[in-house]
């Protein structure tokens, strides 16, 4: 059966023998010391660990946020959904590197920051082609907004189900 123990008592063995004096039986010289010795452990007990430490170091987060900064393109224009675009495509060919223009139309805009996406559906001989691009990703050389949709969803996946003409969306002319 195990003894439970008062918080206000201590046992004797386990306290510090440098607190452990008596007032009565130290001279004038260590009691200074005594005081002294109080004084900081009376200071650690009211102040429970509460220091923080600047040391000059940024923390894995404050890096990667630094190192996003940094990536982020700034020349990109406003593209909404709806939105008719022209991305060009960086493509190696061997050593050769040119940028191949890609149009359609923005049928949805994902996440933000770094990760920004959005999905451009064109008909290309009679198919619909749907590509996924990174808006900030070093593939991506240019963004051109060819014109502006006018459209009241924020996804616009119902597109995939038409044909012809009625996969047009009307031109919006205030923005």
Same mark, same amino acid.
């Given at each position: 059966?195990?003894?439970?123990?008062?918080?206000?008592?201590?046992?004797?063995?386990?306290?510090?023998?440098?607190?452990? =004096?008596? *007032? @009565?039986?130290?001279?004038?010289?260590?009691?200074?010391?005594?005081?002294?010795?109080?004084?900081?452990?009376?200071?650690?007990?009211?102040?429970?660990?509460?220091?923080?430490?600047?040391?000059?170091?940024?923390?894995?987060?404050?890096? #990667?946020?630094? %190192?996003?900064?940094? @990536?982020?393109?700034?020349? /990109? *224009?406003?593209?909404?959904? $709806?939105?008719?675009?022209?991305? $060009?495509?960086?493509?190696?060919?061997?050593?050769?590197?040119? =940028?191949? *223009?890609?149009?359609? !139309?923005? #049928?949805?805009?994902?996440?933000?920051?770094?990760?920004?996406?959005?999905? !451009?559906?064109?008909?290309?001989?009679?198919?619909?082609?749907?590509?996924? %691009?990174?808006?900030?990703?070093?593939?991506?050389?240019?963004? &051109?907004?060819?014109?502006?949709?006018?459209?009241?969803?924020?996804?616009? %996946?119902? /597109?995939?189900?038409?044909?012809?003409?009625?996969?047009? !969306? &009307?031109?919006? %002319?205030?923005?």
């Amino acid at each position: 059966m195990a003894t439970e123990t008062d918080p206000t008592t201590t046992d004797p063995s386990t306290e510090d023998p440098s607190t452990d =004096v008596d *007032p @009565q039986t130290v001279d004038q010289g260590t009691a200074d010391v005594v005081s002294e010795a109080a004084d900081t452990t009376a200071a650690a007990v009211a102040a429970p660990a509460a220091v923080t430490v600047t040391t000059g170091k940024l923390s894995a987060r404050a890096l #990667i946020e630094e %190192f996003e900064a940094t @990536q982020l393109k700034s020349d /990109l *224009p406003e593209i909404y959904v $709806g939105d008719t675009v022209k991305v $060009g495509v960086r493509i190696r060919e061997g050593n050769k590197e040119r =940028v191949q *223009p890609y149009e359609g !139309v923005v #049928i949805a805009k994902r996440h933000g920051g770094l990760n920004q996406t959005i999905t !451009v559906r064109r008909i290309f001989q009679g198919i619909g082609v749907e590509r996924v %691009f990174m808006l900030h990703s070093p593939q991506v050389a240019s963004v &051109k907004v060819e014109r502006r949709g006018k459209v009241r969803r924020a996804k616009l %996946f119902y /597109l995939r189900d038409r044909v012809g003409k009625a996969t047009r !969306v &009307k031109q919006r %002319f205030d923005r």
